[in-house]
Antibody, heavy 123, light 107 residues
Framework: EVQLVESGGGLVKPGGSLRLSCAAS????????MNWVRQAPGKGLEWVSS????????YYSDSMKGRFTISRDNAKNSLYLQINNLRAEDTGVYYC????????????????WGQGTMVTVSS | DIQMTQSPFTLSASVGDRVTITCRAS??????LAWYQQKPGEAPKLLIY???SLESGVPSRFSGSGSGIEFTLTINSLQPDDSATYYC?????????FGQGTKVEVK
């Protein structure tokens, strides 16, 4: 079964850091571009970042540049998102999602999503 | 950045109705447009890609159209299970912008 499972969320104090993980299974991970999408409580979807299959191309939403770092380990079939200097407005569910575009670079709709991991930033 | 604007924000319709949601891009995006359905507590689900291609397993009552700036998602013969929030998304090399969402209530 094709599956993405996020982990690493939790309660963090403002100014803290967190590393989210996304474990992929059921498909050849190193052939696909991957993404992070977040959703604040009661709000819409917000694209965070994308990384190509070989990590050659990395993009961030303008509002996420600087504090967010996306990475992947193809040997471990895993995607990561490092978030530093966390703020209250970073609170939300973080999803990883697969981009099935040919060549593993860009660009297509996100066909597989994980169930998300909740990040709460509060003192 | 390209902005995506959906309308309406919410809509209420009866079982069997035909429903249309519109998504407008701030500049031409060809057909690089997807539609997703999200139910409370669940991850989004891909419905339509490349503006009008139906994702495998999605009921045929869902359809997408448009190119350039204006796009539509149509649900023919609305069903109770279609109660959800629907998002459009533009995707290109530099951004994957979502619209703000349209909440559909089935009466």
């Amino acid at each position: 079964e094709v599956q993405l499972v996020e982990s690493g969320g939790g309660l963090v104090k403002p100014g803290g850091s967190l590393r989210l993980s996304c474990a992929a299974s059921g498909f050849t991970f190193n052939r696909y571009s991957m993404n992070w999408v977040r959703q604040a409580p009661g709000k819409g979807l917000e694209w965070v970042s994308s990384i190509s299959s070989s990590s050659s191309f990395i993009y961030y939403s303008d509002s996420m540049k600087g504090r967010f770092t996306i990475s992947r380990d193809n040997a471990k079939n895993s995607l990561y998102l490092q978030i530093n200097n966390l703020r209250a407005e970073d609170t939300g569910v973080y999803y990883c999602a697969r981009d099935p575009s040919s060549g593993g670079v860009c660009c297509d709709a996100f066909d597989i999503w994980g169930q998300g991991t909740m990040v709460t930033v509060s003192s | 950045d390209i902005q995506m604007t959906q309308s309406p924000f919410t809509l209420s319709a009866s079982v069997g109705d035909r429903v249309t949601i519109t998504c407008r891009a701030s500049q031409s995006i060809s057909t690089s447009l997807a539609w997703y359905q999200q139910k409370p507590g669940e991850a989004p689900k891909l419905l339509i890609y490349k503006a009008s291609s139906l994702e495998s397993g999605v009921p045929s009552r869902f359809s997408g159209s448009g190119s350039g700036i204006e796009f539509t998602l149509t649900i023919n013969s609305l069903q109770p299970d279609d109660s959800a929030t629907y998002y459009c998304q533009h995707y290109n090399s530099y951004s994957r912008t979502f619209g703000q969402g349209t909440k559909v209530e089935v009466k």
